[in-house]
């Protein structure tokens, strides 16, 4: 009941009644957007990139006119300039770089290849050249062989080397490029050390067989490896033997290095 005259106080209700703020969110992502003028330098940009590059590509601003051929000899850096030498006027911009290393790799003379871009207009390319270990004789011809059993070039019957020959059977095929198997290639196996090696030099004569490997020195020694394991020992062994044998043929029989077995025949002096 009310009251004449009295202030009427509303009802409480449990009710909060909140006022929230307007969403800043919208205006947040708005202030993210680049401007109009932002987006017209970034397109020009873009815009001048793409321009750049087909200037590049279509005109002659990097055409390739240098090949500079590095690591390589002057007689390989020359096979490897004629190799690439229909690259030159391309440009370095859209340069196959996939079609200068099969170009490469298909040389006998490279072992392995890589390439660089040295802008405005040389083709630089890096060569580890094949290095002979050996050479394979096939009647009156030869050819000069990798470590890797690759053929890296034949040989003039007037030609001279000092590396151990590999003689093959008339029917093995052998030509530049060719990669040998086999008992020629387990011979050059044999033979690829020999380089860094006290025998190197001595050794005349590579033989294998289905179950032997043997090198023949030029005093006649012949050391029987077996077969291609422990090839470093085997070597050390037979170089201190054929050190302290110089005069003396027969063989030395390197099978178990750590208990060589020996025949030997010592040449009188004279």
């Known amino acids: 009941m009310s009251v004449p005259g009295e202030a009427r106080i509303p009802a409480r209700t449990d009710a909060a009644v909140a006022v929230l703020p307007a969403p800043k969110r919208r205006i947040e992502l708005m202030r993210l957007l680049p401007s109009g003028r932002a987006s017209a330098i970034a397109l020009a940009?873009?815009?001048?990139?793409?321009?750049?590059?087909?200037?590049?590509?279509?005109?002659?601003?990097?055409?390739?006119?240098?090949?500079?051929?590095?690591?390589?000899?002057?007689?390989?850096?020359?096979?490897?300039?004629?190799?690439?030498?229909?690259?030159?006027?391309?440009?370095?911009?859209?340069?196959?770089?996939?079609?200068?290393?099969?170009?490469?790799?298909g040389l006998p003379v490279v072992a392995s290849a890589r390439y660089d871009r040295d802008f405005p207009h040389t083709l630089r390319v890096f060569i580890e050249p094949e290095r002979p270990v050996a050479v394979v004789r096939r009647g009156p011809d030869s050819w000069l062989v990798s470590a890797h059993g690759?053929?890296?070039?034949?040989?003039?019957?007037?030609?001279?080397?000092?590396?151990?020959?590999?003689?093959?059977?008339?029917?093995v095929s052998v030509s530049p490029g060719g990669m040998l198997s086999g008992d020629p290639a387990r011979a050059v196996r044999a033979a690829s050390p020999l380089a860094r090696s006290p025998l190197r030099g001595r050794v005349t004569t590579v033989r294998v067989t289905p179950d032997e490997v043997a090198l023949v020195l030029r005093s006649g020694l012949q050391l029987e490896l077996g077969n291609t394991n422990n090839l470093p020992l085997k070597l050390m062994v037979g170089a201190q033997i054929a050190q302290s044998a110089q005069r003396a043929t027969g063989y030395v029989d390197l099978t178990v290095p750590d208990r060589p077995v020996s025949k030997l025949n010592t040449q009188p002096e004279g």
């Open 150 to 171: 690759r053929v890296i070039s034949s040989l003039g019957q007037g030609d001279k080397s000092d590396l151990p020959r590999i003689w093959v059977k008339g029917t």
């Open 45 to 105: 940009v873009v815009a001048l990139a793409a321009g750049v590059y087909l200037v590049a590509r279509e005109t002659s601003v990097f055409a390739v006119d240098t090949i500079d051929v590095r690591g390589a000899p002057p007689s390989i850096a020359g096979e490897v300039r004629a190799a690439l030498a229909d690259f030159k006027g391309g440009s370095l911009v859209t340069l196959n770089g996939a079609a200068v290393v099969t170009r490469l790799d």
